[in-house]
C-alpha cells in the first residue's frame, strides 16, 4: 500500500474539522491536499445547505441532518470538485490543524474477527477450545471511554495500573510494561435511534455516516489482570486514536462484497446474507510495515454489530463510534496487534537496522493506514509512545 498514491479526490471527498491560527474551527472537506471550507462554501451559495451545519467545532450538527442532507451535500462537492461549476476553493492542509473530527457520544468495541479471537484462544487457552460457546453466537464487545477518543497525531503516553509479573506474588503499580495496537476500522453513528426501539439489522446502516480506522491500544499486562469477571478497564480505557477524516459510507459502498456463511447461523435478529468491506489494512511500527491485513476478514457485520448492541432497546446517540475489534486474516502477516504478531512475545519481530520488538518501546511511533481500492484511502491514524 502506497502513502503517497493519492486516494483523496473526487471520488472520496472525507469530512473533518479544521482550524487556522486565529479562526474558529468548522468543518471542511478533503480534496487531494487541500480542505474545501464547507461553511464558506454554503455561505456564498456554492452548497445548498445550512452554513450553520458547517461553523462547528465537531461533524455531529451535520450527521445529524440524516442521509437526504448527507446525499445532497455529497453531490454538490463532487460537482465542484470535478470542475463542473468553478473550481471549488480549497485552503492548503499545511495551513491548518486538523481536530477530532466528530464528539464522541459513547465507544463500544467489538471482538468481530474469528482469525483474531482464533490467535488470542490458542495463546490464553492452550489445549481447550479457542473460541468461547458464545463467539459465533453473537458479537462480542464491551464499552469504552469515549472521553479518551484521540484523534491521529496525539501522542500516547505509556499507561499505569495494577499487573501481575509472572515471578511475583503479589500485583504491582506502574507502567504497562506490554503496551499493543490493536488495528480496527469504526463506523461512525449519524442519525440516533429511540430507546427501547431495536434496530433492525436491515436497515442498521442508515445510522451510519462514515468509517475511520481506529487503533485501539491496549496494555496487555493491566488487562490480563483485570479482565475477570467483568472485562477490559483500565488496560483499554486510557487513549484510542482515530483518523481526522470520516469516510462517507457512499465513498465505500462498492467495496461491499460477499463473505462465508456464518456457521451456525445466526438468531433471526441478526440474519442477513453474509458481508464484509474488501479494504486493505496496514501497520507501520517506526517506517516499517509489519501487518497487512483486509476488513473482509470480518465475521460480524457493521450492521450486525449495531442490531445486537440495540436488541436489548439501547439507543444509538449521534457521535456514537462502533469499532470493530482488531482484525487479523489466517496468514501471520495478516496479524492485527503484536501480541499475536510476537504470539505474546516470544517470537518478537526484526526490524530493520537489527532492532527487536515484542510490544511497544517509549518513542515508536505506529501508523495505520487502510485503502478502497485506487480512489479512496482511509485517513491513517499516527500515534508515538512517550514516558
Do not use: C
Request: charged share 20%; hydrophobic share 45%.
Amino acid at each position: 500500500m502506497n502513502p503517497e498514491a493519492g486516494g483523496f479526490g473526487p471520488e472520496h471527498l472525507p469530512y473533518g474539522v479544521f482550524a487556522r491560527a486565529g479562526e474558529p474551527a468548522r468543518v471542511g472537506a478533503r480534496l487531494d491536499e487541500g480542505v474545501l471550507d464547507l461553511s464558506a462554501l454554503a455561505r456564498d451559495g456554492l452548497l445548498d445547505a445550512d452554513p450553520e451545519l458547517f461553523a462547528q467545532p465537531s461533524l455531529n450538527a451535520f450527521m445529524a441532518a440524516g442521509p437526504q442532507t448527507w446525499a445532497a451535500v455529497r453531490e454538490r462537492l463532487t460537482e465542484l470538485a470535478r470542475g463542473v461549476d468553478a473550481e471549488a476553493p480549497r485552503l492548503a492542509l499545511d495551513d491548518v490543524r486538523l481536530r477530532l473530527p466528530f464528539a464522541v457520544a459513547d465507544y463500544v468495541d467489538f471482538y468481530s474477527s474469528l482469525e483474531h479471537a482464533t490467535n488470542l484462544g490458542r495463546l490464553f487457552r492452550p489445549g481447550s477450545e479457542p473460541l468461547l460457546p458464545n463467539w459465533r453466537h453473537l458479537p462480542v464487545g464491551y464499552h469504552g471511554r469515549a472521553g479518551t477518543v484521540v484523534v491521529s497525531g496525539t501522542d500516547v503516553r505509556r499507561p499505569r495500573g495494577q499487573r501481575m509479573p509472572s515471578d511475583a506474588d503479589a500485583p504491582v503499580h506502574g507502567p504497562s510494561a506490554r503496551l499493543d495496537v490493536e488495528l480496527e476500522l469504526g463506523v461512525v453513528v449519524g442519525v440516533p435511534s429511540a430507546l427501547g426501539e431495536p434496530v433492525p439489522v436491515a436497515s442498521a446502516l442508515d445510522h451510519v455516516f462514515g468509517l475511520v480506522l481506529v487503533n485501539d491500544w491496549s496494555a496487555r499486562d493491566l488487562q490480563a489482570w483485570e479482565y475477570q469477571p467483568l472485562g477490559p478497564f483500565l488496560g483499554k480505557s486510557f487513549a484510542t486514536s482515530i483518523g481526522a477524516w470520516v469516510t462517507p459510507l457512499a465513498a465505500v459502498a462498492g467495496r461491499r462484497v460477499a463473505a462465508p456463511a456464518q456457521e451456525p447461523a445466526p438468531l433471526l435478529y441478526l440474519r442477513e446474507a453474509p458481508w464484509a468491506f474488501d479494504l486493505e489494512l496496514e501497520i507501520e511500527l517506526n517506517g516499517t510495515r509489519v501487518a497487512a491485513t483486509n476488513a473482509r476478514h470480518l465475521y460480524w457485520s457493521f450492521a450486525q454489530q449495531i442490531a445486537h448492541l440495540t436488541a436489548n432497546g439501547a439507543s444509538l446517540r449521534t457521535g456514537d463510534l462502533l469499532a470493530s475489534g482488531t482484525i487479523s486474516g489466517p496468514g501471520r502477516g495478516e496479524r492485527g496487534s503484536l501480541i499475536e504478531l510476537t504470539w505474546n512475545g516470544a517470537e518478537p519481530l526484526e526490524l530493520p537496522g537489527g532492532g527487536r520488538r515484542t510490544f511497544l518501546e517509549d518513542g515508536d511511533e505506529v501508523v495505520l493506514r487502510g485503502r478502497g481500492g485506487e480512489p479512496v484511502a482511509l485517513a491513517e491514524v499516527r500515534g508515538r509512545i512517550v514516558p
